[in-house]
């Protein structure tokens, strides 16, 4: 198993301001993903982040909007740049093994106001 | 493409009563399946998976889960229901390198 730290678990935010979530794993992983879960709805995948490299974004998000740092093999931030009150969301952090089993992170709960 | 569907938002349940928790998934090839609940103001917990072998796989908590290859289904059942199942749980599917999630069912367990 992984144990994911994620922090802050939980935000209010100004709209136009942004916001940097860090998670760190207790094990270094290849692949950390980044999920969001909007109010009522199930998980989107937003971006798969690799150490080294640049984050691989799926269909609808974007890197100015959701720029990700993978400085080492335990830890990735994210940041939700110029937000919205459509933003409002739990992010969550996520690795998996390589049956892709996924470990989660407690998430971090944001509200724009 | 990787999909899972969860045709029911919302599931009641009797508490000792068994529950049943519905997937269905679409593939290209040998799929690998998972249940994940999310308890309030919590993080998703894995409860189970498929990946080969047996069709009945066991999980935490005392669920289990059935995969039916014909149906393409993957449902979670639990023999008798507990008022602390009372969650919301999510079907996945492996795609390439990412899981894929059903839109969550809320399970509710009257006591």
């Known amino acids: 198993s992984a144990v994911i730290s994620q922090k802050p678990s939980r935000d209010i935010c100004q709209r136009g301001t942004s916001l940097t979530i860090q998670c760190q794993v207790d094990s270094q992983v290849t692949m950390m993903f980044w999920y969001r879960q909007q109010p009522g709805q199930s998980l989107t995948l937003i971006a798969t982040?690799?150490?080294?490299?640049?984050?691989?974004?799926e269909s609808g998000f974007v890197i100015d909007k959701f720029p990700i740092s993978r400085p080492n093999l335990t830890f990735s931030t994210l940041t939700v740049s110029n937000m919205s009150p459509e933003d409002s969301s739990i992010y969550l952090c996520s690795v998996h093994r390589e049956d892709n089993e996924a470990f989660f992170g407690q998430g971090t709960r944001l509200t724009v106001v | 493409a990787q999909s899972v569907a969860q045709p029911e938002d919302q599931v009641n349940v009797a508490e000792g009563n068994p529950l049943t928790v519905k997937c269905t998934y679409s593939v290209s090839g040998n799929p690998y399946l998972f249940w994940y609940v999310q308890y309030p103001n919590r993080g998703l917990q894995f409860l189970l998976k498929?990946?080969?072998?047996?069709?009945l796989v066991k999980g935490s908590y005392g669920f289990e889960a059935e995969f039916n290859k014909s149906q393409t289904s993957f449902h979670l059942k639990k023999p008798s229901a507990l008022v602390s199942d009372s969650a919301l749980y999510f079907c996945g599917v492996t795609g390439a390198n990412n899981l894929f999630f059903g839109t969550g069912t809320r399970l509710t367990v009257i006591p």
């Open positions: 498929y990946i080969t072998g047996d069709n």
């Open positions: 982040a690799n150490q080294g490299s640049e984050a691989t974004y």
